[in-house]
């Protein structure tokens, strides 16, 4: 496996690099009065992988997320190679979730694909990122599955390992310097788990990197992997120091690991066992510290020389012809950086160059976004209408949608333009109005929790501006979502032999703009509550208000509630397709007798009334460009008020 990051560093033109190192100490962390973290120190080298193990609730995956920025601890210190970590800094990390969190009806390749165009530099050519995405697949040894659905619960996909690797692929596409990877091992065997874990020692030994895991109950196998181990129990630390050593500090306090015993399973026995060999441990673990094998970065009166990154821009740059093949970063936590007087900015061949002829280069990058908002919100609507598609026009919709297409034209084939029947007539336009704007509402509040734990993944890496994201969500799901009207009306528009050729573009126009108001309303709920069955029972309360104030139930409401009956985005479809089916329209044959509803059916030289009678008779009110624009309204402020309201929510680190 070693041979192939050899290889694919050789086909790079690189030879190793040199990498950064991570040294946290006196790091706390509480949660109300209980502590989660207290005073928690190590060091992560380059070349090197550290595992954080300890027993469940232990505060492992607490400290990579401290490491990583997602939460502020109470107290501590983080640098990197001597260097106060910034969020500029943690440009040059990666994190690797316990969970794999994916697109599921993308393939791995379109993955892949959509990350790097997305996060890799714009200055690079995007044949430079699709070759950027060949070597990590061929690296990771995924190249089988490339073309695999990333597959969920419904439809299979990848395995647990493939997606294990998947996860760490899109993570390093970006050549970070430092990997926190939190139980990359969890949900798979243990053949698996080892391969996994194996490929991962190759990759940081041959390429320099740091790399930092948590890591519940590893094998013997794996556990020898580690250069070092972090052994916290209780939030403290039991044990810190290279792995090999780990059971003669247990020996020293009495405690014999028995011949061919899982290393890693004595010590999470020991330090889950009863509380007097807890203390024991973690008061010798505390002695250590003034040990001649405690690394000194860790002592708390230790000072690095090295000035801030980012002081001073002559420190470094970033070529502007930036090259993923040739630009090499560096940060070094030595002396040598005194004697650097400067640093040349050359963009011969695309290189960056220091004194000295080494290969000390320090990118000093300090854009915010690694891509422009047009990039983003192109790759993202592209990414986007690839999901979204099988959400909203899956075969049980489109099946749905047909179906109830037929049926409506069988209950209302070709209706008879009499009174006996206005009351038919009416119902399907109400029925036309409510269906849609409801499939919308609960198809835009079911469809974000997986885009939530995305975007949340997504902006905490800094990979887009919220923006983008927002309005690549919009354009690209609507030209799905109106496909379905199209064909139910179209259909049943001309079966029930509803008001001409003006009639069925205005009611087409208006269910559509109708579906995109209420999805508006739907994607506000669904980004109001992380829990999607408070956001349904949120979204049936609107559309049961919209049911019943939308002017088929009800038309004289009490005066002082009145007015809430102009929220319902059902009122204005409802009255506007009225207003399209009896404007121009043929006449109203009269029912005979005492059985009809209009004083000029009561002449029985009349056997008919006009359209436009019937329309006085209900008081619309408003006029058609005025209903347009409260329909419009409602699209407008439902979004407006969804978008401001995932900012709220959102945050992004780094």
Not at 121 to 128: A, D, G, H, I, N
Not at 163 to 180: C, F, G, Y
Not at 248 to 261: A, I, R, T
């Amino acid at each position: 496996m070693e041979s192939v990051f050899q290889n694919w560093q050789a086909a790079r033109g690189e030879g190793k690099r040199r990498g950064i190192d991570l040294v946290f100490k006196g790091i706390n962390y509480d949660i109300g009065e209980r502590s989660i973290l207290k005073d928690v120190s190590g060091i992560a080298k380059q070349g090197d992988m550290l595992a954080v193990m300890g027993p469940s609730g232990s505060g492992k995956t607490t400290l990579l997320n401290v490491v990583a920025g997602r939460i502020v601890a109470d107290s501590g210190e983080i640098s990197l190679s001597g260097q106060p970590i910034s969020k500029r800094m943690r440009k040059k990390m990666c994190y690797v979730l316990q969970q794999d969190i994916f697109y599921s009806n993308l393939t791995l390749r379109q993955t892949l694909t959509y990350t790097a165009l997305l996060r890799l530099p714009e200055e690079m050519s995007k044949k430079e990122k699709i070759h950027r995405v060949e070597e990590i697949v061929d690296a990771l040894d995924l190249r089988k599955c490339l073309d695999t659905i990333i597959g969920d619960i419904f439809q299979r996909g990848l395995s647990g390992g493939e997606q294990k690797r998947a996860n760490i692929a899109n993570e390093i596409l970006t050549d970070p310097m430092l990997m926190l990877l939190d139980e990359p091992t969890s949900g798979l065997d243990s053949n698996t788990a080892c391969n996994l874990m194996k490929i991962m020692k190759s990759y940081t030994q041959v390429n320099n990197k740091t790399v930092i895991t948590t890591i519940h109950q590893p094998s013997s196998q794996i556990y020898h992997l580690f250069d070092r181990v972090l052994l916290i129990t209780n939030g403290q630390v039991a044990y810190f120091g290279e792995g090999s050593k780990i059971l003669s500090f247990f020996s020293s306090l009495g405690l014999e690991c028995s011949m061919n015993y899982n290393p890693a399973d004595f010590i999470l026995e020991k330090v889950s066992d009863e509380k007097e060999i807890q203390d024991t441990i973690i008061e010798a673990a505390n002695k250590l510290r003034d040990s001649e094998d405690w690394p000194v970065e860790l002592h708390h009166n230790y000072m690095s020389k090295q000035p801030r990154m980012g002081d001073n821009k002559s420190n470094g740059h970033i070529n502007k012809a930036y090259n993923i093949d040739e630009v090499k970063l560096t940060m070094e936590a030595t002396t040598e950086m005194d004697s650097i007087k400067e640093i040349q900015n050359t963009e011969q061949d695309g290189r960056m160059h220091a004194l000295g002829g080494e290969e000390n280069y320090l990118m000093d990058d300090d854009k915010k976004w690694m891509t422009s908002w047009w990039t983003q919100y192109s790759v993202l609507t592209q990414r986007n209408l690839y999901q979204a598609k099988d959400r909203i026009l899956s075969k049980f919709n489109i099946i749905q949608t047909l179906f109830l297409a037929v049926l409506a034209s069988l209950f209302w084939f070709q209706i008879e333009r009499t009174e006996v029947t206005l009351r038919d007539r009416i119902g399907l336009i109400f029925f036309t109005s409510i269906y849609f704007g409801f499939f919308s509402i609960i198809d835009a509040i079911t469809g974000f929790p997986e885009d939530r734990a995305i975007l949340s993944k997504e902006r905490s890496s800094g990979a887009y501006r919220l923006s983008a994201y927002f309005f690549a969500k919009m354009t690209s799901e609507a030209p799905l979502l109106i496909a379905q009207p199209i064909v139910f009306v179209t259909i049943v528009f001309w079966v029930a032999g509803l008001n001409g050729v003006t009639g069925y573009f205005g009611c087409l126009a208006v269910v559509i703009l109708g579906a995109l108001a209420a999805q508006g309303v739907g994607l506000a709920i669904g980004v109001s509550f992380k829990i999607i069955k408070m956001a349904l029972v949120a979204g049936t309360i609107f559309m049961l208000f919209s049911l019943l104030s939308g002017g088929f139930y009800t038309v004289n409401l009490p005066f002082w509630i009145n007015w809430i009956k102009y929220l319902s985005f059902v009122l204005y479809v409802y009255n506007i397709q009225i207003t399209y089916e009896f404007t121009n329209a043929a006449p109203i044959f009269c029912s005979r007798g005492n059985l009809t509803s209009f004083s000029e059916c009561l002449n029985p030289n009349v056997t008919s009334i006009d359209q436009s009678a019937y329309l006085q008779s209900i008081s619309i009110g408003w006029p058609l460009w005025a209903m347009h624009l409260a329909l419009f309204g409602i699209l407008l402020v439902s979004r407006t008020t969804a978008y401001f309201i995932l900012r709220f929510k959102s945050t992004r680190i780094g």
